[in-house]
């Protein structure tokens, strides 16, 4: 059965609650959640350079480590990440990027 962003929130504040993360702002230091997040992405990236797309360690269990973290941090600032993550969609759907003002890669479709 497939979950909804919500559920996992539902998941991993139980979660947090039954490790001591902290389930209140209260309980948390804000700017100490967003450095653990930048730190798990910086993780993500070291599995990509090393060619470990998935297993522990790896790309794929990196980046699942950074979203549950954020997924974390707004459950404990009762922010709404799954409807916001849907209205950014919907922005994106009419926004243009000036690709030549940027050193990214993108595809040309």
């Given amino acids: ?3 909804t962003l919500n559920d996992i929130k539902e998941l991993v504040m139980i979660q947090a609650a039954e490790k001591g993360f902290g389930t209140t702002p ?3 230091s804000v700017p100490e959640k967003i450095a653990l997040i930048h730190a798990q992405v910086s993780s993500a990236y070291e599995g990509y350079r090393s060619k ?3 297993g522990p360690w790896s790309l794929e269990d990196e980046l699942a480590g950074a979203v549950m ?3 974390h941090l ?3 600032l009762k922010l709404d990440l799954e409807g916001a993550i849907l209205k950014k969609y919907e922005e994106n759907k009419t926004r243009n ?3 030549g003002k940027m050193n990214e890669k993108h595809s040309e479709s």
């Fill in 1 to 3: 059965m497939a979950k």
């Fill in 26 to 28: 209260e309980e948390i």
């Fill in 97 to 99: 990027w000036d690709w």
């Fill in 52 to 54: 470990k797309m998935s």
């Fill in 69 to 71: 973290r954020i997924v």
């Fill in 74 to 76: 707004c459950g404990v």
